[in-house]
């Protein structure tokens, strides 16, 4: 009887280990999780956590933006693209002295164009900050203050430091489109090379 009883407490002892490891690791699989979205998504991790005010809310929001955006066909810009929004981006800085809330409303409208030639969907603001801030999470973050800046011009809500700021704003996302082409691998056609 004493065999049959120890055989017992012995599985108990063993079932209640295994389901405490399984459930630390669980934990630790958790908080990597947690750790990795929070370092990839910086500020917008933390701006979304406060928005939901849940952190598994948050997280599942995150994870949802990166699949949304895996299955765009996101692509930087052609080199001769990127050339002329160049050269229009610094139209648009120049005329801030003169004219700087349409310097901000020339700055949304040249991002607008940049991101749809990018492949981003830019029918709903808050959409296209949340896209961007998959790959560039600071960048998402100047991006709504740009634009909540653009809006109060429109309302006439906004001074000339607002719109200053606002054009710096934006300048952060142009540059991010920008860069991005400068960064993407070239490819070259074999019958060019023949």
């Known amino acids: 009887m004493t065999g049959v009883l120890m055989g017992t407490v012995l599985t108990i002892v063993i079932i209640v280990v295994v389901l405490l490891a399984a459930a630390a690791l669980f934990y630790l699989y958790q908080r990597r ?5 929070q370092q990839r998504f910086g500020p917008e991790y933390e ?3 406060e928005e ?14 990166e ?5 765009l066909d996101i692509t930087p810009l ?6 002329t929004y160049r050269a229009e981006w610094a139209e648009v800085q120049q005329s801030f002295v003169d004219r700087p809330a349409g310097a901000v409303t020339d700055a949304d409208r040249l991002v607008l ?10 029918d709903e603001f808050d959409q296209r900050a ?4 998959v790959e560039h999470p600071d960048v998402a973050m100047h991006y709504r203050e740009a634009h909540r800046i653009a809006v109060a011009q429109a309302r006439g809500d906004a001074d000339t430091e607002d719109l200053r700021h606002a054009v710096t704003a934006y300048r952060q996302l142009v540059d991010a489109l920008l860069d991005d082409s400068e960064n993407a ?3 070259t056609n074999t019958k060019e090379q023949a």
């Not at 699949?67 to 299955?71: A, I, K, L």
Request: charged share 45%; net charge positive; proline share 4%.
């Open 52 to 65: 939901s005010g849940d952190r598994r809310s948050a997280e599942r929001e995150l994870r949802g933006r």
């Open 113 to 122: 164009r940049m991101m749809r030639e990018a492949g981003y969907p830019v």
């Open 78 to 83: 052609s080199r001769e693209s990127a050339q």
């Open 67 to 71: 699949r949304r955006v895996s299955r």
């Open 185 to 187: 691998p070239r490819h």
């Open 47 to 49: 701006r979304t956590v």
């Open 130 to 133: 949340d896209d961007v801030s």
């Open 33 to 37: 999780r947690s750790d990795e979205l």
